[in-house]
């Protein structure tokens, strides 16, 4: 793999507890490719706090393991999500700026 390689990702509809475990296994295998990822979630309808976790875990998985992985193109539906969750710091730190 080439350093500095990014592989972007999209989400697209709900982020719901309804959908966590199937995206999660996604994110394994993105993951286990061993390079950084970039998640794009502008196609991503609603969110709640299990679709949250989910990010906050993957972030520290890739950081873990020495990759870095930004979040882009972040939905309003995900920033209110973030917001009543106390999550919002956490969700600018991670987003790409763009």
Do not use: N
């Amino acid at each position: 793999m080439d350093p500095g390689e990014v592989k972007t990702v999209g989400l697209d509809g709900p982020v719901t507890i309804y959908e966590v475990a199937g995206l999660r296994e996604a994110f394994r295998e993105a993951l286990s490719e061993g390079i950084d990822l970039r998640v794009e979630l502008d196609e991503s309808t609603r969110w709640d706090l299990a679709g949250l976790q989910l990010l906050v875990s993957c972030v520290r998985t890739a950081h873990a393991e020495g990759r870095g992985l930004t979040l882009a193109k972040v939905p309003r539906a995900c920033v209110e999500a973030a917001e009543r969750a106390g999550l919002s710091g956490w969700l600018e730190s991670v987003t790409a700026t763009e």
